[in-house]
Every structure is written in structure tokens, then in C-alpha cells.
């Protein structure tokens, strides 16, 4: 794979993953997207959190940011700060729905991505 982003192959093999649970398509799209650097500066919950993954002995965090064109970042992270069970924003939300539950979550939680 050509190292640049799609959004579109990252969210259809999200999408899988989670109807799903296979695992096989998911990791090399994983794999290439955590090779990715993108400047984003924007905290919690602008850039938040929609699912830690753990594949094998590979764990993933998947964040998205709003104020970004609600672009994707993939993290290779370590298994002991992966959280694969606590769920994270929606995938399904974009546009202003998921600006709305940006505006409303900042006003009553605190948190990290």
C-alpha cells in the first residue's frame, strides 16, 4: 500500500471489524495507517477516541478528530494502556451530528481520548 490516507478503506474495515470481529482485513489496514503522521494539535473530545483494538499482540487506538475534516489517526500503542473493551465515540457519527455530541460531551465530562 502507498503510503497516504483514505478514510474511506479505514472506516469500511472498521465497519467489518465491528459486525463482524474479523480481524484479517482490519490488521494490515491498521498496520498502514499507524505509519502515518498527521499534525493534529486539537485535544479531547475535538480528537477522541473511537475504539482501541487489539489484534494478536498488537494493540491499535483509533482517534478521530472534528475540527480536522473528521480525519482518522491510527496509534500503535502498548497492550497495557489498550482499552478494547471501553467503548469510544460512535463511528456512525459525522457532520453535525458528531459536532453536537462534541459540544455536548465537553460540557459535561472530562476525559481523554
Known amino acids: 500500500m502507498a503510503k497516504h490516507l483514505n478514510d474511506d478503506v ?3 474495515a472498521l465497519e467489518t471489524y465491528f459486525a463482524t470481529g474479523e480481524e484479517s482485513s482490519l ?9 502515518i503522521h498527521v499534525d493534529c494539535c ?3 473530545p475535538a480528537k ?5 483494538i487489539r489484534i494478536g499482540d498488537r494493540s ?3 482517534v478521530r478528530c472534528v475540527f480536522c475534516k473528521e480525519s482518522f489517526q491510527v496509534f500503535a500503542i502498548s497492550s497495557k ?3 478494547p473493551h471501553v467503548p ?3 463511528l456512525w457519527l459525522r457532520g453535525d451530528s458528531l459536532r453536537y455530541w462534541v459540544l455536548n460531551y465537553s460540557s459535561f465530562h472530562r476525559g481523554e481520548y
Open 10 to 12: 479505514l472506516v469500511s
Open 27 to 35: 490488521l494490515p489496514v491498521l498496520v498502514h495507517y499507524s505509519d
Open 42 to 44: 486539537h485535544q479531547f
Open 48 to 52: 477522541h477516541r473511537i475504539a482501541d
Open 60 to 62: 491499535y487506538r483509533i
Open 81 to 83: 494502556i489498550a482499552r
Open 88 to 90: 469510544g465515540a460512535p
